[in-house]
């Protein structure tokens, strides 16, 4: 297969792109309007609903790994509500696998660490 010129330049710009966003803080990364685009394809994804809880708006998108930014799988990403995204990074379960977290969920969401009031809070 011979790739067209647009194409090959089009490839080119994005992998620089990948390169530039994997230099920034991760506070700036969130801020790109490739953010935005793979935030808002997640939630799409789980019909606005938060994966974890299934009963609140999700509003935000987690990261299951850090690997990729820039060019996240839709394996790397989980949408998820502000209170389970405070408690998964707050539980240490903020690098399980989506589809460990996902499986897991039902004993997750009803352990006794699950139920406490969240202390720290998520700083960006």
């Known amino acids: 297969m011979t790739l067209d010129i647009p194409t ?3 490839l080119q710009l ?7 966003q994997n230099a920034l803080p991760y506070c ?4 790109t309007p490739w953010w935005d685009l793979v935030r808002t394809r997640t939630i799409k994804r789980a019909n ?3 994966e974890f809880c299934q009963e609140r708006a999700a509003r935000e998108a987690h990261h299951t790994t850090y690997e990729r930014i820039g060019q996240e799988k839709p394996d790397d990403m989980v949408a998820l509500c502000r209170h389970c995204h405070q408690h998964i990074h707050g539980n240490g379960l ?3 696998p989506r589809r ?6 039902r004993a997750l969401l009803y352990s ?6 969240v202390r720290e809070r998520l700083e960006y």
Do not use: H, N, T, W
């Open 94 to 96: 903020d690098k399980m």
């Open 112 to 117: 006794p660490e699950f139920q406490r009031p």
């Open 28 to 31: 700036e990364y969130l801020k």
């Open 14 to 20: 994005r992998q620089a792109e990948i390169v530039r």
């Open 100 to 105: 460990d977290l996902l499986s897991q969920r």
């Open 48 to 50: 606005g609903v938060c």
């Open 8 to 10: 090959v330049l089009g």
